[in-house]
């Protein structure tokens, strides 16, 4: 009854779900990832799941439950999954890393105003700005960067190509000269 009431948009029945069935699907969170913060994203990631799912979400006699101990035991092997990916990337990132970082923005710095460039990477769609701040920033190759974000090598490379055109057009100064503007952007 608890689950139709939920279906009819009725948040109180809802919440009703999540406070009777949050402590097992927790539990099982807590038994297949590495912390319990990752079990609490994990857990409130499966109740997403189960409101943006659920016109095609299915009773086990009739008992969201097992859903929920199903979704929980996948979010929580592609959580794992992800954190593996990255332990990957970082073993593989160059040591020099800290310093590299360090100098970059060092030359933001002193080229403009840290403020603009956080405006500017602000204003490109959250892919694009990931994909500009580990290449010239952190320093990853873009091979690395596209296993990161799910994307091809060659998608990866355009995306970063167009990112670095529009972020060099949002940081020109107003008198054109774009030599300095170029030169952050790399």
């Not at 694009?128 to 952190?138: F, G, R, S």
């Not at 091979?143 to 670095?164: D, F, K, P």
Request: glycine share 4%; aromatic share 4%.
């Amino acid at each position: 009854m608890l689950w139709a009431a939920a279906l009819a948009q009725d948040g109180s029945a809802f919440g009703r779900l999540f406070d009777l069935h949050r402590d097992a699907v927790l539990r099982q969170a807590l038994r297949l990832v590495s912390s319990p913060a990752d079990a609490e994203e994990v857990a409130a990631s499966a109740f997403f799941e189960l409101w943006r799912k659920r016109e095609s979400v299915r009773l086990v006699n009739g008992s969201l439950l097992p859903w929920l101990l199903v979704t929980a035991a996948n979010l929580s092997r592609n959580s794992s999954r992800s954190l593996m990916r990255r332990e990957r990337l970082l073993r593989r990132a160059p040591r020099d890393h800290d310093d590299a970082e360090a100098r970059a923005f060092a030359r933001i710095d002193d080229d403009l105003p840290r403020s603009e460039l956080v405006l500017a990477l602000r204003r490109l769609p959250q892919r694009d700005a990931a994909l500009v701040t580990m290449a010239a920033l952190e320093g990853y190759r873009v091979a690395e960067i596209a296993e990161l974000l799910g994307l091809t090598e060659n998608a990866a490379r355009v995306r970063l190509h167009r990112a670095h055109k529009r972020l060099r057009g949002l940081l020109a100064p107003p008198d054109g000269s774009r030599a300095e503007t170029q030169e952050v952007a790399r």
